[in-house]
């Protein structure tokens, strides 16, 4: 048996040929925003999971709304990536860019706001956690509608 679809291979790989200009690798900026800000919402909730159990207030354990907060900012972090994929495989649509910025929307009505209260005491928002939770629901479904409206390809670039 001959090798050489090796010898292809490893050309291949040893080339490293610019990919810059097909068009599978520019991601629209709306698709990297997303990518971005599901990373390092994704990072932080690493660094409050680390940071509430050694914190001196949550001493006697950390509260069951922290614990909350910080698994549902894990999973819409996820979904935030999830976003800006749909929106690179998809296109840039109006319900796939609601949905991302309604994901960020829940994360600061939600979790932040659960952050802020347990860990700072500022109670003042509380009346707006109920609102993040309406937007994690309202941007699933966006993403749905985004999903299901796409036409095959990439349309925008925003």
């Not at 991601?27 to 680390?50: D, E, H, K, Q």
């Not at 994929?85 to 910025?101: D, H, M, P």
Request: contains cysteine.
């Amino acid at each position: 048996m001959r090798r050489a679809p090796m010898r292809l291979v490893s050309f291949w790989l040893c080339a490293q040929p610019d990919m810059t200009h097909f068009a599978m690798f520019s991601l629209p900026v709306s698709a990297r925003i997303f990518g971005v800000l599901g990373a390092l919402s994704a990072c932080t909730s690493v660094v409050f999971s680390a940071a509430f159990a050694h914190l001196p207030v949550f001493a006697a354990g950390v509260p069951t709304g922290v614990q909350i907060a910080l698994s549902q900012q894990q999973f819409h972090s996820v979904g935030l990536l999830i976003t800006g994929l749909v929106i690179g495989v998809c296109g840039v649509s109006r319900w796939s860019l609601a949905a991302g910025w309604l994901m960020l929307a829940g994360l600061l009505l939600f979790s932040f706001n659960l952050y802020a209260r347990y860990v700072l005491g500022f109670n003042a928002l509380r009346a707006v956690v109920p609102w993040g939770g309406a937007a994690w629901i309202v941007a699933w479904l966006s993403l749905a509608v985004g999903c299901l409206s796409a036409r095959g390809g990439r349309q925008g670039v925003a």
